[in-house]
């Protein structure tokens, strides 16, 4: 079995980060650890959520780790608290990294021309050079202008799409993808560049109206779920995307209104089934 190291916080309540991830790329067949960054009472939508930070747990976890000889198919890291826990996530591809281990980075800091209150423009450029040693990174447009120094545009055309795809490519990743991008009214998706070959891939779907906390995390984890089980790179976005669409579909329907996350429990068997398609 596939085995992935995951590197973000548990948000205790709230359906985000490490508490989807590991059920999702269970689901997938893949074997998941995780190495918690903090621990949230609540994820950072809801007022007064407590914070624990665990910082200074990270690297003796991962010295123990090395010490048993643990090897990662994929490294997926997600929101990380500081600066500092980026620097560890550095040390941590190098000491775990290597041509059989995929690095792939969600850079969670920002969204809708913002950054998320916790973290500032140092963040984000030290966050661009973790950007640099990924497989595969996978921002949003605000998250790529930031790291970039790109103009956040709301209204844009593919040639913005892909001056920002260049910039992010400069950083040193192998394969850029942008997502959230939507080209067509009623459509929104990802597109891609392979940075060794010029090749650029997209794949739009149905944009659901309605914004949740947790969708960016729920299609990072079927990606690299995928990516581990051996799904090509443009199958393995089109099954991520068409999962978040239908997650977020099924929450809409809920009578219950669930605001602060997605009914993602409810379309894993259908993600499965998808899955099995593919490998
Ligand atoms: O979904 C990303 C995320 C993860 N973890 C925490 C967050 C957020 C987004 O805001 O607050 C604690």
């Known amino acids: 079995m596939k085995r992935i190291l995951t590197i973000q916080d548990i948000s205790c309540f709230g359906k985000c980060s490490t508490t989807v991830a590991l059920p999702i790329i ?46 990662f198919d994929a490294i997926y890291t997600g929101y990380l608290g500081s600066t500092e826990e980026i620097e560890i996530a550095k040390k941590i591809f190098s000491d775990f990294g290597g041509d059989d281990t995929l690095i792939f980075i969600d850079p969670v800091m920002a969204d809708n021309g913002k950054l998320y209150p916790a973290f500032d423009e140092n963040y984000a450029k030290l966050n661009a050079g973790l950007c640099g040693e990924a497989d595969i990174i996978v921002p949003n447009i605000t998250e790529a202008c930031f790291m970039t120094d790109t103009e ?13 795809l260049e910039r992010l490519a400069k950083l040193g990743a192998k394969t850029v993808v942008l997502t959230g991008v939507s080209l067509s009214e009623g459509k929104t998706g990802v597109y891609g560049l392979q940075t060794e070959t010029g090749r650029y891939f997209t794949y739009q779907n149905d944009r659901v109206d309605a914004a949740y906390h947790g969708t960016g995390d729920i299609f990072a984890s079927v990606c690299v779920g995928a990516l581990t089980r051996g799904v090509n790179i443009d199958e393995a976005f089109k099954l991520a995307a068409d999962y978040t669409r239908d997650t977020i579909k099924v929450t809409l329907d809920n009578p ?24």
């Not at 209104?257 to 379309?267: L, N, R």
């Open 26 to 71: 269970s689901a997938m067949g893949v074997e998941t650890v995780i190495l918690p960054t903090a621990v949230l009472s609540t994820h950072t939508m809801f007022q007064n959520f407590t914070v624990k930070d665990l910082t200074d747990e990270l690297l003796p976890i991962t010295e123990h780790w090395k010490k048993e000889g643990f090897h």
């Open 152 to 164: 956040y545009k709301e209204v844009y055309d593919e040639d913005y799409i892909k001056l920002l």
């Open 256 to 279: 219950e209104k669930p605001w602060y996350g997605v009914d993602f429990e409810a379309t894993i068997p259908g993600l499965v089934t998808n899955l099995y398609k593919l490998v």
